[in-house]
């Protein structure tokens, strides 16, 4: 077999090792061509792997289920493989890299045997601009290719781009048996190398997506002097035309998605305000010339959940997946041959296969057991184009990125965190990134959840030691002379019968206004002892049913429920261990003694 598929050396000898350990029957190098997208497609289709949507409804769209029991990332079988398990840090798991290679090469040894393999060669970032990295992932899987081809910018041009040069993210996956107890998603940061087996869900199998412009990145952005992070990017455009980037920071299924292609309320979109999409999960970040940090957004598509999209929630994401699409996991309407998720409308079919491929029965749908009686998966997916998103910013595809202006964390507490605050200055807001949380959701039952410590949303996502990934922060702020400005929202605040409080969604932008309006200046706050907190009238709510005593009650602190969460920062601080930075020790203990003042 000729395994000499580019004229890179370093790729085809690599190549080359990988055939010898996988043994397929054949190799075909993706060039990003229609003509190659189309035939694949049309061989998915052939063998049942995917399945052709209505094509006036749902043009060019297409449905992949998965194995029912390989749904989702797997963090507890996701490894960090440096040669010292100190590098990998206590949050994630370690294993020694000669030991994986060694028990991997035995899951990979002849998985490809009958298969095609495919060869990706992709681009995180534009081509050829200073942001770009490239990657090249093998793969037994069609699904995986179509997918690939949307999520990242593929083609002949990465292998140009790439020269001689041997510096590329090796990606191997093998779908193998699927097999729960022999899944790995293993990183050797230290060999620019990624190996998944077992697994055919998206977050596992897209290497370029949270294993590579997550993981990998974050390793080598440390050494390089740059940042990966689990951002989403936006624009808010001015009347005047002027546009300011937000970049923002929330824990997996907190509403990131929807916040990045947010529509303006009423009240700002009369005066002209707009908002623009660059990005709605991953944000890599440099230091410019001017000091300030400017972002980019790695990918080319995005892999949202599917369920709770719907006209009033995500009308941009719901316009975007329309056409072009692939879903996973998804409900099929076997009358009209479309698609439907628990959330789209109140309509579900009556006529339907659920996500396992089942006859599916809306009226035994309930709510305590979704996995089991809904039509879609809770984590179903639409993997969709960024170029067909409404709200696309223009700066999308600049290779320099955008200037941001503020950096948002988030977290979802039903009480501790209020609407907004502003930090006091970037080591503080490094701190507050550092002390971010989610609460479990038990609202129903009115029971206050289980705290879930996310820093900076990338406890699954850093791919080395947490201590250590703060302490970049800390050095990153000292490089950027205009940094960004740090701040903290929750969008998730409840009443005593655990309702949400604030509206969210599009009327999240009220909020984002007083933040730009801190960042030039033109507003002031009230000094609290977790940072500044609006002034009740600053926070616009023209347009909403909203007392003055429920924002006040938005915007209050708690300082005992806040002192009782910095003995939980404690321990979180400990379990990180020895290389959690001093200043953020400096920091916990500031804050603990103004909130006993
Ligand atoms: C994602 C996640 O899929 O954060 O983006 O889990
Ligand atoms: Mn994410």
Not at 110 to 122: A, D, L, N, R, W
Not at 143 to 151: A, C, E, K
Not at 364 to 372: I, L, P, Q, R, S
């Amino acid at each position: 077999m000729n395994t000499n598929v580019t004229s890179n050396k370093h790729v085809n000898e690599w190549i080359a090792e990988m055939v010898r350990l996988v043994k397929p029957s054949g190799i075909v190098l993706i060039d990003g061509s229609e003509e190659q997208a189309e035939a694949l497609r049309a061989e998915a289709c052939s063998t049942g792997e995917m399945m052709k949507l209505n094509e006036e409804k749902l043009p060019n769209c297409y449905l992949h289920r998965t194995a029912i029991n390989d749904v989702a990332r797997v963090e507890h079988r996701t490894f960090i493989c440096t040669r010292k398990r100190e590098d990998a840090g206590n949050i994630n798991n370690w294993m020694d890299p000669t030991e994986c290679y060694e028990k991997l090469s035995k899951l990979y040894d002849g998985s490809y045997k009958g298969k095609t393999m495919y060869v990706i060669p992709y681009s995180m970032s534009v081509v050829g601009s200073d942001f770009a990295k490239y990657g090249i992932e093998l793969t037994d899987s069609i699904y995986v290719v179509l997918n690939m081809l949307i999520m990242t910018r593929v083609g002949l041009n990465v292998l140009e781009a790439l020269g001689d040069s041997a510096d590329f993210i090796k990606g191997l996956h093998a779908r193998a048996d699927i097999d729960e107890e022999k899944r790995y998603i293993c990183h050797f940061p230290e060999d620019n190398t990624i190996w998944s087996v077992n697994s055919g869900y998206g977050g596992n199998v897209l290497l370029g997506k949270k294993c590579f412009a997550l993981r990998i990145a974050s390793y080598l952005g440390r050494k390089e002097g740059w940042m990966a992070e689990h951002m989403l990017i936006l624009g808010i455009e001015n009347p005047e035309g002027e546009v300011k980037y937000i970049s923002a920071a929330f824990p997996s299924a907190c509403g990131k998605t929807n916040l990045a292609m947010l529509i303006p309320p009423e009240v700002y979109k009369k005066r002209g305000y707009k908002t623009w999409c660059v990005g709605d999960d991953i944000a890599w970040l440099r230091v410019g010339k001017d000091g300030r940090l400017w972002a980019v957004n790695p990918e080319n598509g995005f892999f949202g959940v599917a369920p709770g999209t719907n006209e009033n929630s995500n009308p941009n994401a719901l316009h975007t997946a329309m056409k072009d699409t692939i879903f996973t996991n998804v409900c099929l309407n076997l009358d009209d041959n479309t698609v439907w998720w628990e959330g789209l409308d109140n309509n579900p079919p009556k006529n339907a296969l659920n996500w396992k491929g089942e006859s599916w029965d809306y009226r035994k749908y309930d709510k305590a057991d979704k996995v089991n009686t809904s039509g879609a998966h809770p984590n179903s997916r639409f993997t969709a184009m960024a170029a067909n998103c409404p709200c696309l910013s223009d700066k999308f595809n600049d290779p320099a990125g955008v200037p941001i202006s503020a950096i948002v964390f988030g977290g979802r507490r039903a009480k501790t965190a209020p609407l907004v605050y502003q930090s006091f200055g970037w080591q503080h807001g490094a701190f507050v990134g550092s002390i971010m949380a989610s609460e479990t959701t038990a609202a129903a039952s009115g029971a206050v959840g289980v705290v879930r410590r996310d820093p900076m949303a990338m406890r699954p996502f850093v791919g080395y030691d947490m201590g250590d990934y703060w302490a970049h922060w800390l050095a990153m702020g000292k490089v950027a002379a205009n940094a960004p400005k740090i701040f903290h929202v929750n969008w998730f605040r409840t009443d005593d019968e655990g309702h949400f409080i604030w509206p969210g969604f599009g009327d999240n932008m009220r909020v984002l206004m007083w933040i730009l309006a801190r960042c030039e200046g033109k507003v002031g706050a009230t000094e609290t002892a977790i940072g500044y907190v609006p002034n009740v009238e600053d926070i616009n709510v023209e347009g909403l049913d909203i007392s003055r005593e429920t924002m006040t009650e938005l915007l209050s602190v708690d300082k005992a429920l806040w002192l009782e969460d910095c003995k939980g920062i404690r321990e979180f601080y400990k379990q990180v261990g020895e290389r959690v930075p001093q200043e953020f020790y400096a920091e916990l203990e500031a804050l603990e003694a103004r909130l006993a003042k």
